[in-house]
């Protein structure tokens, strides 16, 4: 989840602003009658364990939670998802739009006291890019970093980068990262940031802490320090919400969201979101490299069935990735479900039924759980029998990178520019085309689309790739969520995201 990475998601993350989710049906709308106080730990049950800290390379939705409040990017975005300055103050482009200079703030330190320079910059980008990791391909069009002097920093690029600040600031994959930290190792287990918050301790399986950064280059951070405590099971989370083990989470049982609207005990709201969940065949093993192949699993399922099943209603059924209310979604929709059709599309493939594949879902999103036996069962229809394969997300995350499935089901999450919604999965030898799918025709619009500045134009590259994409069955998408989560009354000044981004540094509690 993109992210996301997701995968992910977890996930995420314009340049061209999409908009995002726009919107969106508020449950409730969060109270408090004021500020709170200086002081007090906050308690947020999240439903994944981090698989690590360092935020070059991890795509876990989990771990991000963590290291969106001790990390700093360049620029971030804002609630609307418009960028906004961070570690830089301000920037500007040149005429040709091949050379951006960034001044960065003065002031700032690193949690183990030494003072954020430009070579800080340089070295986090270069080291992403050099090392090739997961999100070096936001990278593609950079030719070179460099530091002129402490506070500014020079990014020139081959071409003209319309997504260039998302690419840097959407999450914090592309957080800035102390040479220190990352030389001695010391970053996969107790990073050192930049941000509102630094990391404290780690007991895995149990609670990860982060305290006050009482040098932060922002605004005065209010909560002493959050404690994330890993709770995989949603109805264990809100009974310890409702308890007050906890005062804040996002892993609540879809099917009771509606039943906690209106409490006096609780604050709960849903916000439409940018992410999408979706499921995708891999491509490299047979018969799943066929085309029809991938097109009978895509007509034989029922999306409004899956949705309704995975999210209870909280979730739009889409067959692309982008939601409504962007500039750039795409009603682009194919399938029905045609269990005839389906059958035909296995035939002329020469599958013959009962075509048996493993569906690789993970329980710490137990959405993904529900929505399988969904698709189970409707594919049984088909004459394919689904072996549902449920692993905890490390594992998921291993297996996936080996390629050891048949079919897995996550979602993307936190994604801003369409970019970030269709290159690195669909792109041929992206670092996140898990699937194994290439088209010369999406990869050329695909490339033109990131270097494409005229917005009508670009719209045009991302109908014409999406609608292959879709033709081709590389993602089978099912739906976009909502971002749904809840808190108690006594914290103040938390607001709901639509890319899931969680930051604390403006919250706090109530005496």
């Not at 951006?100 to 690193?110: D, K, N, S």
Request: aromatic share 10%.
């Amino acid at each position: 989840m993109k992210l996301r990475v997701l995968g992910l998601t977890l996930l995420a993350f314009v340049l061209v602003a999409c908009g995002g989710g726009g919107g969106g049906g508020a449950v409730d709308v969060p109270g408090g009658d004021g500020a709170g106080t200086r002081g007090g730990t906050l308690v947020a049950a999240i439903s994944g364990e981090p698989d690590q800290l360092d935020p070059h390379k991890t795509s876990a939705y989990a771990s991000f939670q963590v290291l969106e409040n001790v990390f700093d990017t360049l620029v971030e975005p804002d609630e609307e998802l418009q960028f906004q300055p961070a570690l830089a103050e301000s920037w500007e482009t040149s005429e040709d739009g091949l050379t951006w200079t960034f001044t960065l703030r003065e002031g700032v330190q690193w949690h183990n006291g030494r003072e954020f320079v430009a070579d800080d910059v340089v070295y986090s980008y270069k080291r992403i890019i050099d090392e090739e990791l997961a999100n070096s391909y936001r990278f593609s069009s950079v030719q070179d970093v460099t530091a002129p002097d402490d506070s500014t920093v020079v990014i020139t690029v081959e071409r003209p980068t319309p997504n260039l600040l998302a690419n840097l600031g959407a999450f914090k994959g592309t957080a800035i990262v102390a040479k220190e930290n990352v030389e001695d190792g010391s970053i996969t287990r107790e990073p050192v940031g930049t941000g509102a918050f630094r990391f404290d301790s780690y007991a895995p399986g149990d609670r990860l802490q982060i305290v006050r950064n009482d040098d932060y280059w922002g605004e005065e951070v209010m909560l002493d320090g959050v404690t994330f405590s890993f709770v995989s099971e949603p109805t264990v989370a809100l009974t310890n919400l409702q308890g007050g083990q906890v005062q804040w989470t996002d892993n609540l049982p879809p099917q009771q969201v509606e039943s906690l609207t209106g409490s006096d005990d609780l604050e709960v709201e849903a916000v439409a979101s940018n992410d999408y969940w979706y499921f995708a065949a891999n491509q490299a093993r047979k018969p799943f490299d066929d085309p029809r192949v991938r097109q009978a699993l895509a007509y034989g399922i029922d999306r409004e069935q899956i949705t309704e099943a995975a999210t209870f209603g909280l979730a739009t059924v889409n067959q692309t990735a982008i939601p409504e209310g962007s500039a750039f979604h795409d009603d682009y929709a194919p399938y029905e479900r045609d269990v005839d059709k389906a059958k035909s599309l296995l035939a002329d493939a020469g599958v013959t039924a009962p075509l048996a594949m493993d569906l690789m879902v993970t329980n710490e999103y137990p959405e993904t759980v529900t929505a399988a036996q969904v698709i189970q069962s409707q594919l049984e229809e088909v004459g394919i029998e689904v072996k549902i394969r449920t692993l905890d997300f490390a594992s998921w995350l291993d297996q996936q990178g080996k390629g050891n499935f048949d079919v897995f089901l996550l979602g993307w999450l936190g994604n801003i520019d369409p970019d970030d919604f269709y290159y690195a999965q669909h792109r041929s030898g992206a670092n996140f085309n898990f699937q194994k799918y290439s088209n010369p025709d999406v990869d050329k619009a695909l490339d033109a689309a990131r270097a494409e500045t005229d917005e009508d134009a670009r719209k045009q590259l991302y109908e014409d790739a999406v609608k292959q994409i879709v033709d081709d069955a590389s993602y089978v998408y099912l739906y976009n969520p909502q971002v749904v989560q809840a808190w108690s009354p006594d914290v103040r000044g938390y607001q709901v995201r639509a890319d899931r981004a969680i930051r604390f540094r403006d919250v706090s509690l109530a005496s």
